[in-house]
């Protein structure tokens, strides 16, 4: 029998229990992430990019290139075993379905054939990346939520979560003012569409990555960390440029990460000014001692 000493001491306990902020739950992993595209000219040599990444300092890798159930002409055990090979693991990873994207009709095939290949890469996530520019009308957009909707669903019975991948496009008003990516968050299922918010897109659309996070916390659980160089042409903010080296005020965006549900924080560069390799060096150091520390 407990005595009432100890009933009152496991009491007590599981008040201050319950009465602890759930926010401290909250845990960002420390993964040194980068988006594959980055060194999208270099895969031409897969297994020696693959290694070049993991001595530059990284430990995973979001995927991109998946095309008829294969990564550059490798089968998908052939893809997690190269990576497996340079000590690398991958959370997540870019698709860009045509069919489920545009069609008119849609039968789930291929959706489900992701499901089964990122299930064995060992993914976490699967990415919608990007809406070719014939197709961004918001008749466009409200058939990309319903499908997001679907595939949350699918994806979260295969022990997956959906996430969709913006650019700048999506914070231009409609001709009747609705903003496209506040249309995406406000009708796909919250508990089932998740948001990898590319931040470089976000600050070139002149927004503020923090009121997304406020009016939608939790909804983005993945970063896009692509710094913007300084200058830039007439209205045009700066190119890419290597983390830390930019004008994106990156210390203060993370101060917000436990609003925004922060999972993985992705470095991605699409331009350079000095070697490939060096450069995304110099984004995995400044992750590792300034951001993820």
Same mark, same amino acid.
């Given at each position: 029998?407990?005595?009432?000493?100890?009933?009152? *001491?496991?009491?007590?306990?599981?008040?201050?229990?319950?009465?602890? $902020?759930?926010?401290?739950?909250?845990?960002?992993?420390?993964?040194?992430?980068?988006?594959?595209?980055?060194?999208?000219?270099?895969?031409?040599?897969?297994?020696?990019?693959?290694?070049?990444?993991?001595? &530059?300092?990284?430990?995973?890798? =979001?995927?991109?290139?998946?095309?008829?159930?294969?990564?550059?002409?490798?089968?998908?055990?052939?893809?997690?075993?190269?990576?497996? =090979?340079?000590?690398?693991?991958?959370?997540?990873?870019?698709?860009?379905?045509?069919?489920?994207?545009?069609?008119?009709?849609?039968?789930?095939?291929?959706?489900?054939?992701?499901?089964? $290949?990122?299930?064995?890469?060992?993914?976490?996530?699967?990415?919608?990346?990007?809406?070719?520019?014939?197709?961004?009308?918001?008749?466009?957009?409200?058939?990309?939520?319903?499908?997001?909707?679907?595939?949350?669903?699918?994806?979260?019975?295969?022990?997956?979560?959906?996430?969709?991948?913006?650019?700048?496009?999506?914070?231009?008003? &409609?001709? $009747?003012?609705?903003?496209?990516?506040?249309?995406?968050?406000?009708?796909?299922?919250?508990?089932?569409?998740?948001?990898?918010? $590319?931040?470089?897109?976000?600050?070139?659309?002149? =927004?503020?990555? %923090?009121?997304?996070?406020?009016?939608?916390?939790?909804?983005?659980?993945?970063?896009?960390?692509?710094?913007?160089?300084?200058?830039?042409?007439?209205?045009?903010?700066?190119?890419?440029?290597?983390?830390? *080296?930019?004008?994106?005020?990156?210390?203060?965006?993370?101060?917000?990460?436990?609003? &925004?549900?922060?999972?993985? %924080?992705?470095?991605?560069? =699409? *331009?350079?000014?000095?070697?490939?390799?060096?450069?995304?060096?110099?984004?995995?150091?400044?992750?590792?001692?300034?951001?993820?520390?």
């Amino acid at each position: 029998m407990v005595s009432r000493r100890k009933f009152i *001491q496991q009491s007590s306990l599981l008040a201050a229990t319950l009465m602890i $902020d759930k926010s401290g739950l909250f845990k960002l992993h420390k993964d040194i992430s980068i988006q594959l595209y980055t060194v999208r000219n270099e895969v031409k040599d897969l297994p020696g990019t693959l290694k070049q990444l993991s001595a &530059a300092g990284y430990t995973n890798v =979001e995927l991109f290139g998946y095309n008829n159930r294969k990564y550059f002409n490798r089968t998908i055990k052939e893809m997690a075993d190269l990576l497996k =090979e340079s000590n690398l693991k991958t959370c997540s990873g870019h698709y860009g379905f045509a069919d489920m994207l545009y069609g008119a009709e849609y039968n789930w095939d291929s959706w489900k054939n992701l499901l089964e $290949d990122a299930k064995i890469l060992g993914h976490k996530y699967v990415v919608i990346p990007y809406l070719d520019d014939k197709h961004r009308t918001m008749d466009d957009f409200k058939r990309v939520a319903e499908r997001l909707n679907k595939a949350g669903e699918l994806s979260k019975a295969a022990g997956l979560i959906t996430g969709y991948h913006n650019h700048n496009f999506e914070f231009a008003k &409609a001709a $009747d003012g609705t903003i496209p990516y506040e249309y995406l968050l406000s009708n796909t299922d919250a508990n089932l569409v998740k948001f990898e918010m $590319d931040i470089y897109w976000v600050k070139y659309a002149n =927004e503020n990555p %923090a009121d997304w996070f406020k009016k939608h916390p939790g909804r983005f659980p993945l970063w896009h960390i692509k710094d913007m160089a300084k200058g830039g042409t007439g209205d045009k903010p700066g190119q890419t440029c290597e983390v830390g *080296q930019g004008v994106i005020d990156w210390k203060e965006i993370f101060t917000h990460q436990k609003e &925004a549900g922060l999972d993985y %924080a992705i470095v991605e560069q =699409e *331009q350079y000014t000095r070697p490939v390799f060096e450069g995304i060096k110099m984004s995995a150091e400044y992750m590792k001692k300034t951001l993820l520390k």
